[in-house]
């Protein structure tokens, strides 16, 4: 009889082998191994459990239901491939994916739709979409908060997309993602309405902007992150609208370097906040002005048509190819405060600007200038 209960004691608790331990920091009801089949085993779970999965390459289109959570077992090498995408999240108050490996091959890495969930040392590549994608159409999105922690997601067409989502990633690096047409190639890209936070994140090297704020609703902070070596522009916001005095995009701390075109810029956007953060070292640009003009363009902080209520203090812009900031066609609200400019051809420049900046006299560069620019809206690929 004790041998019976015993078997149906471990039947309940599910499958459960020596070779799968579950990491620290995942609350399970049950702790499921897979015996044979990964989606088989999704496929009969329930809320509460936690899938443990032992070393190994793990090939299909994986949906992860609500509140359940996907981990590698203590110190197991684990690959997720196939599908696309290749692991879709539901999300909920207890769902965590840790641990894992997303080796993209035709489509997506990680959908997660609507959240909430915490991705802990994933790391994703090879997505000919987004590495990961965080998308929210409810009215309860901002109690849904997607977390990413220590990751890594790298050579993808996008890095990060959040698509109305409120999403906070912790640490981690977002880097060389490829393709250059449109927002392809970008790190992260945050639109409709989304609410974006990046704290110590470094994105880096991707073959378009670094990270790219748009629409009217948008939020984003970026806290203590590195962003530098980009191809395009490294920080750019459009088309942000905001009640008074309201921050919508705001970057603080940190290092935006070595980016093509403009480190950090503006366009079409009210709530603009730059602080205490280093631009330096922005590569210029060929391009072409007419049929037979080229400029030079590489800017440190650019603020373009339609930029209002935009407050940059304490920064330091310095060895920008062109102008260590640029503002061209601003509109009222632009005050600059603290700033230390250095190197590159100009320090500040304001140009077809009809209401004043508030900024230091003296810190401004050929009065009545008319440099060419590159400031056109950037369209969301597909």
Known sequence: MRS???????????????????????????????????????????????????????????????????????????????????????????????????LASTGGGIAIEPGPVALIGVTVSGSQKSAVTSTCTRPDCDSREVVLTDCELTQSAVGLRSIGARVR????????????????????????????????????????IGVLIDGAATRATLDGCTVKDNLGRGVWAQGQTAAAGEATVTVSGGEVSGNALMGIGARDSTGLVIRDVTVQDTR???????????????????????????????????????????????GQGVSVAGATVSGGRYRVVVQRTVVPIVVEPTLIDAPGADLAVRAGAIELAP
């Open 4 to 102: 019976f209960a015993l078997l149906l004691l471990l039947t309940a608790c599910g499958p459960l082998t020596p070779k799968g331990t579950a990491p620290q920091g995942l609350k399970c009801d049950r702790v499921l191994i897979p015996p044979v089949s990964l989606a088989e085993t999704l496929a009969t779970v329930q809320a509460g459990d936690c899938v443990i999965l032992p070393s190994g390459t793990y090939e299909g289109s994986f949906v992860l239901p609500e509140d359940v959570s996907l981990a590698a077992s203590d110190r197991a090498a684990v690959t997720l491939t196939g599908g696309d995408p290749v692991l879709t999240v539901r999300g909920g108050p207890r769902s965590i994916v840790q641990g894992i490996r997303v």
């Open 169 to 208: 990633v912790e640490g981690g690096r977002i880097a060389e993602q490829t393709g250059q047409s449109l927002s392809a190639g970008s790190g992260v890209v945050a639109s409709a309405g989304a609410r974006l936070t990046l704290h110590g994140v470094t994105i880096e090297g991707n073959q378009n």
């Open 284 to 330: 210029a640009v060929r391009e072409p002005i007419d049929i037979s003009t080229f400029e030079e363009i590489g800017d440190g902080i650019a603020l373009f048509t339609g930029t209002t209520s935009a407050t940059i203090e304490n920064v330091i812009s310095r060895r920008n190819a062109r102008a260590q900031l640029l503002a061209d066609g601003c």
